[in-house]
């Protein structure tokens, strides 16, 4: 059974959202997989991360971005001074996995979208990381390309929107990484401009503390993986990984 959206829309707390949705069949997805996977994170942060759909880790687990993905996503919001149950929500555009973990149909998206605006609603977030193409297409328009749109603002209703790379186009193709990392540098930025002033990331110190102590940062960058801007090439486990960017990626 699936609720038209008005009534999704009326809905004000996330659990009775996540049981409605749970009971979703507004599309052919959910007769091919285990489950729903709703959601994860704090349903009160500020920053929401908005992905594609689920793959059959996630399938399996019920929660979004736990296989390699996510465990990559995991270490950019480390990088970032992120906690996952505590700075964001993380969401995706459809909740159901697409069979063979293909893309999801305009038809799927479109009709995934009102649970996704619900949930949207009752974080209402003031920052959204769009993991992808999917995700910017389906939320902001149809026609924009990941490469065009990554790395710049998109302001509307009041709600800050940045596109970046999936973290899965990343692991395929590990050089993308470097522009990735400056994405969510401005992420840390809008963060801390919106949010929270002193919100600590311990790879991008806030710009004043850059500019007072430019001898501490170069002596950090001499020490890999020790000061707060670890070196170009750096992976955050301390393990140099091929193509990584500057925030360790
Ligand atoms: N990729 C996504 O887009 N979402 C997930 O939850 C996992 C992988």
Redesign the pocket.
């Known amino acids: 059974m699936a609720l038209p959206e008005e009534e999704l829309l009326r809905i004000d707390d996330m659990a009775t959202l996540e049981r409605v949705v749970k009971g979703c069949t507004r599309c052919r997805l959910r007769a091919g997989c285990r489950g729903v996977?709703f959601g994860d994170g704090n349903p009160r942060a500020r920053v929401m991360l908005i992905?594609?759909?689920?793959?059959a880790d996630?399938d399996r687990l019920g929660r979004?971005?736990v296989?390699r993905?996510?465990q990559l996503l995991d270490r950019i919001l480390a990088a970032c001074g992120f906690e996952r149950q505590r700075h964001v929500y993380i969401a995706?555009i459809v909740k159901c996995r697409p069979p063979g973990n293909r893309t999801p149909t305009p038809d799927e998206r479109a009709a995934c979208l009102p649970n996704l605006r619900a949930q949207m609603r009752l974080v209402n977030p003031v920052i959204v990381v769009l993991?992808?193409s999917t995700a910017l297409q389906a939320l902001i328009d149809p026609a924009a390309r990941i490469t065009r749109a990554r790395g710049r603002w998109i302001e509307k209703d009041g709600v800050w929107y940045m596109p970046t790379y999936?973290p899965?186009a990343l692991l395929r193709n590990p050089s993308l990484k470097r522009e990735a990392w400056h994405d969510f540098k401005l992420v840390i930025d809008k963060y801390r401009e919106l949010v929270d002033p002193d919100h600590y990331s311990p790879h991008h110190p806030p710009t004043a503390m850059r500019e007072a102590a430019p001898a501490a940062e170069a002596a950090s960058r001499a020490e890999p993986g020790t000061g707060a801007m670890p070196a170009p090439g750096q992976g955050l486990a301390g393990t140099p990984e091929p193509g990584a960017g500057p925030g360790g990626l």
């Open positions: 996977v992905g594609e759909g689920p793959g996630e979004p971005f296989g993905a996510g995706n993991l992808g999936h899965a």
